[in-house]
């Protein structure tokens, strides 16, 4: 990175905050910043526009309107749900209904002297820019992009400033590269014809694999191994992310989105950019086929666009949903045609093999250790295992190679390069020992590292053991639950676009700014905020006929990020989480957007990768459910999916606690009960047969106790009444099935089958 864009990053991240007077004073990079942020707004040409609508004032008079929801406007929706002020936490900041919210002089005046105080502190060096960005996303990701009522405010400061910052280091290294930056006149007099130049790269890159590279484990301990292989995913994206901006020689304020295995960056449009990202990409490939195989695969592609095209102009042309269209359609061409001829012989040299032994954990034949029956990346995976489950978990990138620090190897160029897991206080030792090239933080900043990246990462782990899941007295089996968000992809590329026939309303919408707000908000719910909400804290929701004493549930997040979730606990809480998430993610959205969810339950021995791929049908079931926002539970051959509303309020709230308490009263029999209730269960499936109802009747009366004029017996009359009248109802009928089913799994005692 020259010095250059240096300056242009710091001027862009600087301009919303009013202290670009720390920067070296230049006509030109005022210019390019000025320029850099009227792409960021999509509002090159609009005369209303004054040059402090996006500065933090020094001082206000009146209150200005507070930052509006980036999905007020989501899918053709107009609401007006606004956030409270303050700094970014794991605790969730819900958008409240409140048309007229707006933020007091006396709020923003303490809440700006605050955030001056500490960005004071920072040196403008190469090594801060990420202590900058941290700074500025804890305390401007929900500060209003502009006071004024005239302009809509749903990108925070923290959005503007950063996709500024982006802009401006592109435009930069463009105009350096051309040899145009000397010349002050050059943007101050010819900014407007420079928005048709090809100045920007769009870069989109996708991993292929993951399903199978997490999930097919074949050994009975496999929760560690499945939580570091999604975590060595996790990171080496962040790597790669890293890695590719290096080569754009800008800054992790080019990072447009990363999760889910999949990641979009603003690169400079240069032959040099695109040489380097090539040469990253099939060096990062080279490496994988060396250590995996076929099994993984990093795909990604590159398409120019010039500033009118980020700011949708002409709009009739739809020029910004293009840029998207046209990377997914590179990308699919790129993973039809993966391997060069020189990787297919590479891929078909037949490798050292010892014998017929194979990883006991993943089953592999290649990179075996020499004593023992498991391969290398497993035993590192294996060793780091327990360094994830720490909150303050630090990783260094360093090229030196360390002793008796757990690590794995990640590709570079050239060569490879050494990633270590480390704690804040060790990490802050060694950096003044070794050569540190990168250091990440988990979800956490810290003073002493202050050039650090913080990663997001959704990491609750109630306990590392599937055993101490389960109910102790309960039945010995573990509940899997999937879930992803409905029609992501579609928000995505065209969810702000608004249903007119005039091109100008219709994608008024469509910019980069809005894009990066958004992709920002579905990583923080997945990667952070998901934390929060299953240590029980962001609600206190319990089945109706659960008697634990805490909110914590007993659950381990194998994967959260992107779009989709992955867990692994005991059956009750599994129902509980898919309560709270549904109910959190939908007051997040604002209603805005859905998320749809597969449970499985299976023994504790269950091949992992079967189970994994059981759910993901069932996900795929409930997302078939019309307008989805669906659950579907059990198996594929038994129609179990409901609405999720619907799932709550007739299934676990309603006809659970009945069963509940008519087969948990002190007078009843449990073991007679539960055997009435199989009995139940086979007459409710082939109850279009009017035999089987009477039969069903029959079968009722006979739980009718014998003193009618006990307590039990008037539970009895109203539990039969309400039974009875159940059967008869299609929809009652099918949700009686899936609530028995639930009473039963979470009360039937443990067995050793079940193991």
């Not at 929900?142 to 400033?161: E, G, M, Q, T, V």
């Not at 901006?245 to 990363?258: K, P, W």
């Not at 920002?520 to 962001?538: T, V």
């Amino acid at each position: 990175m020259n010095s250059n864009t240096l300056h242009a990053t710091y001027g862009g991240l600087l301009r919303g905050i009013g202290k670009l007077h720390k920067l070296p004073h230049s006509k030109a990079l005022k210019s390019l910043i000025n320029i850099a942020e009227a792409i960021a707004t999509g509002n090159i040409d609009n005369k209303e526009l004054q040059e402090d609508d996006f500065i933090i004032k020094s001082k206000i008079d009146k209150p200005i309107p507070a930052l509006s929801s980036i999905f007020n406007i989501i899918n053709g929706r107009e609401l007006s749900y606004h956030y409270k002020l303050q700094p970014l936490k794991e605790e969730l900041n819900y958008p409240e209904m409140k048309p007229d919210y707006k933020i007091s002089p006396n709020e923003y005046q303490g809440y700006v002297e605050k955030l001056w105080e500490e960005i004071d502190d920072i040196n403008l060096e190469q090594e801060s820019v990420n202590s900058l960005l941290n700074l500025l996303e804890t305390h401007l990701s929900f500060f209003p992009s502009n006071s004024r009522d005239k302009l809509r405010a749903d990108i925070s400061l923290y959005d503007h400033c950063k996709m500024t910052a982006a802009l401006a280091a592109c435009i930069s290294e463009y105009m350096h590269y051309h040899n145009r930056l000397d010349n002050d006149r050059e943007l101050i007099d010819t900014g407007i014809d420079f928005h048709n130049e090809k100045a920007f790269l769009m870069f989109s890159g996708d991993f292929s694999g993951i399903q199978s590279f997490i999930y097919n484990i074949i050994t009975e301990g496999a929760l560690k191994s499945l939580r570091s292989r999604s975590f060595f995913l996790e990171l080496l994206m962040e790597h790669i992310v890293d890695e590719v901006l290096e080569a754009g020689g800008v800054t992790r304020a080019n990072l447009i989105y990363s999760g889910g295995g999949h990641c979009y960056l603003l690169l400079p449009n240069t032959e040099d950019v695109i040489a380097r990202i090539n040469k990253t990409k099939q060096n990062l490939n080279k490496w994988l086929i060396k250590n995996f195989g076929t099994k993984l695969y990093f795909a990604c592609a590159v398409t120019s666009c010039s500033a009118n095209d980020l700011m949708n102009i002409p709009a009739e042309d739809a020029p910004y949903e293009q840029i998207f269209r046209r990377l997914s359609r590179k990308l699919s061409q790129e993973k039809m045609h993966r391997y060069s001829a020189e990787d297919l012989i590479e891929l078909n040299t037949p490798k050292d093999m010892e014998g017929n032994r194979e990883c006991k954990i993943c089953g592999t034949e290649d990179q075996l250790l020499i004593d023992n029956d498991i391969c290398t990346w497993c035993n590192q995976f294996e060793k780091y295992s327990n360094q994830l489950l720490h909150k303050e978990l630090v990783i260094l990138i360093s090229k030196d190679k360390l002793i008796d620090i757990p690590y794995v190897t990640f590709p570079t160029l050239p060569g490879q390069i050494y990633c270590y897991f480390t704690n804040a206080k060790e990490a802050s030792n060694l950096r003044q020992q070794v050569n540190i090239k990168r250091i990440y933080s988990k979800n956490r900043i810290y003073p002493e590292l202050p050039n650090s990246i913080k990663l997001y990462m959704g990491d609750y782990v109630y306990n590392s053991l599937l055993n101490n899941l389960v109910d102790k007295e309960g039945i010995r089996r573990i509940s899997v639950l999937r879930a992803d968000v409905d029609n992501l992809g579609q928000a995505f590329i065209s969810g702000f676009t608004r249903d007119s026939h005039d091109p100008t309303i219709r994608n008024q919408y469509n910019n980069l700014a809005r894009t990066a707000a958004f992709s920002r908000q579905m990583s923080l719910f997945f990667k952070y905020h998901l934390n929060f909400i299953l240590q029980g804290q962001a609600s206190d929701y319990k089945l109706p006929i659960s008697s634990k004493a805490t909110n914590e549930k007993r659950v381990v997040t194998v994967y959260a990020g992107g779009d989709d979730i992955f867990l692994i606990g005991n059956i009750g809480d599994i129902l509980e989480s898919t309560v709270l998430i549904h109910e959190t993610f939908t007051k997040y959205t604002s209603g805005g957007l859905t998320i749809s969810f597969g449970i499985g339950i299976y023994p504790l021995r269950y091949p992992i990768y079967l189970s994994a791929s059981e759910t993901e049908a069932l996900e795929s079931l409930a997302k078939e459910n019309d307008g989805k926002n669906s659950v579907s539970l059990y198996t594929i051959y038994e129609d179990h999916t409901y609405k999720l509303d619907n799932f709550k309020e007739k299934v676990l709230e309603e006809k659970l606690p009945l069963i509940a308490k008519f087969f948990s009263h002190k007078d009843s029999d449990h073991e007679r009960g539960t055997s009435f209730l199989y009995r139940l269960m086979e007459l409710l499936k082939s109850s279009d047969d009017r035999i089987n109802i009477a039969r069903y009747a029959y079968t009722l009366s006979r739980l009718e106790p014998r003193d009618k004029k006990s307590s039990y017996y008037n539970l009895y009359s109203d539990f039969s009444e309400k039974m009875y009248g159940w059967i008869l109802s299609p929809k009652d009928r099918k949700e009686l099935l899936t609530a028995i089913y639930i009473y039963i799994y979470l009360t039937r005692k443990g067995a050793k089958d079940d193991e």
